[in-house]
């Protein structure tokens, strides 16, 4: 289960807190969409307690995008640095 938390302050913070799973990305992408494009997106991923594959794909890709991570946790970090490394190998 993942319950997502909406904060603005010089920008959108969405904190995510639980568990985040390949059916929660189409969500998070929606909820981007939804933001002006001039504000800064932040995922703040604190109180989040396991991913899956995809959704570390999905945040490489928020990275990329310009999303800020803020206070990931060392273990998806670090698979997020191991998929990054990855995908510019192919």
């Not at 985040?20 to 604190?46: C, N």
Request: charged letters at 30%; one cysteine or more; proline letters at 2%.
């Amino acid at each position: 289960m993942l319950k997502i938390q909406r904060s603005s302050n010089g920008g959108v913070v969405f904190a995510l807190i639980g568990q985040v799973e390949i059916e929660h990305v189409a969500e998070l992408q929606r909820l981007f969409s939804l933001e002006d494009a001039k504000d800064r997106i932040a995922l703040d991923l604190k109180d989040v307690t396991l991913v899956d594959r995809s959704a570390v794909k999905f945040l490489s890709e928020c990275e990329a995008d310009s999303i800020t991570l803020k206070s990931c946790p060392p273990y998806i970090r670090e698979w997020i640095d191991q998929e990054k490394k990855k995908s510019t190998q192919e």
